[in-house]
């Protein structure tokens, strides 16, 4: 079964850390570029940030960058995404997603994606 699996998701204080990882299972994650998207309660689904297939190219939203830093290990056919210095405001279900599109200095959008997981919920608060 072709599947993409998050974890690391949990509740954290304002300025604290997380890892989120991703790993896929029934495909090899190497021919994909790999896209982290969020959604917070009653908002749309945002990207958050994407890597190239090598993992030699990122690219982020201008909310995250300099907090957030997206990785791969194809060896381990998972993507992880270092989350620090988070606020409230990254509250959210946070997805993976796998594509065969890159884009330099941008990242695909959501309907470009061909594997996406089912979410795992990320909560700053005190």
């Known amino acids: 079964q072709l599947q993409l699996v998050e974890s690391g998701g949990g509740l954290v204080q304002p300025g604290g850390s997380l890892r989120l990882s991703c790993a896929a299972s029934?495909?090899?994650?190497?021919?994909?570029?790999i896209s982290w998207f969020r959604q917070a309660p009653g908002k749309v689904r945002e990207g958050v940030s994407c890597i190239s297939f090598s993992g030699s190219n990122t690219n982020y939203a201008d909310s995250v960058k300099g907090r957030f830093t997206i990785s791969r290990d194809n060896a381990k056919n998972t993507a992880y995404l270092q989350m620090n210095s988070l606020k409230p405001e990254d509250t959210a279900v946070y997805f993976c997603a796998a594509g065969r599109i890159w884009y330099t200095g941008t990242c695909a959008t959501q309907g470009l994606m061909d594997y996406w997981g089912k979410g795992t919920l990320v909560t700053v608060s005190s």
């Open positions: 029934g495909f090899t994650l190497d021919k994909y570029a």
